[in-house]
């Protein structure tokens, strides 16, 4: 890849937002987004495990799915890259639970706010689609930290606005049939349309 570390930040973040232009981790988008406390919780939560998975996942494709040949042809080079979805899947649950469990340790109020979503980080495509990605674009070890920070600060950016958006429209006079589900499907789709407008600042990595 030739784009630098700054235009990697940047369309991560704003270009090329998981949530509000990839579609990615919908499910805890709208699913925590109720208050802004909970959604920073969840944000922290999935830059930890997203940024750890990418780390691991790389180091695992790389030294130990992908062959690697001593002296030609070697009968040890065996390619278990067919392995990468169920190996990356097992690293990103182990992460979540080790969330988990601290969570629960020194926070529970915040463990008790994210629920059921918390486990489901283990299933969010976000951070699933983020390590598969980095392969995809044969991204360095550098580069694939760099873009999974980013995306997981995209991904907290986004909630954060959103949860703050729907704090704001529980104290505005919204009609009966458009207050829950519909307002903030609504709001949803305007946010992405805003971030359409950083869509010209960098090339899309």
């Known amino acids: 890849m030739t784009i630098s570390i700054f235009a990697l930040i940047i369309g991560a973040i704003f270009v090329n937002n998981v949530v509000l232009a990839q579609f990615l981790g919908i499910c805890p988008f709208l699913g925590v987004s109720k208050d802004v406390k909970s959604s920073l919780g969840m944000g922290g ?32 080079a ?35 706010a994210l629920g059921v979503f918390l486990p489901l980080i283990t299933t969010n495509c976000a951070v699933l689609g983020v390590a598969i990605l980095v392969m995809q674009k044969n991204m360095d070890f550098l580069q694939s930290v760099v873009y999974s920070a980013s995306t997981a600060v995209g991904f907290t950016l986004a909630l954060v606005i959103f949860a703050g958006i729907r704090e704001q429209l529980d104290l505005t006079g919204t009609p009966r ?23 010209n600042l960098v090339p899309l990595p």
């Open 45 to 76: 939560a999935v830059l930890f495990v997203m940024l750890l998975a990418t780390m691991v996942t790389y180091l695992i494709m790389q030294y130990v799915l992908t062959p690697v040949e001593f002296g030609g042809h070697s009968p040890f």
């Open 78 to 112: 065996i390619d278990l890259r067919y392995l990468q979805t169920i190996a990356y899947i097992l690293v990103i649950a182990a992460l979540v639970q080790m969330v988990e469990i601290v969570l629960k340790k020194i926070a529970p109020p915040l463990y008790q």
């Open 177 to 199: 049939g458009m207050k829950g589900v519909p307002i903030a499907l609504v709001a949803a789709g305007i946010l992405a349309m805003a971030f359409m407008g950083f869509s």
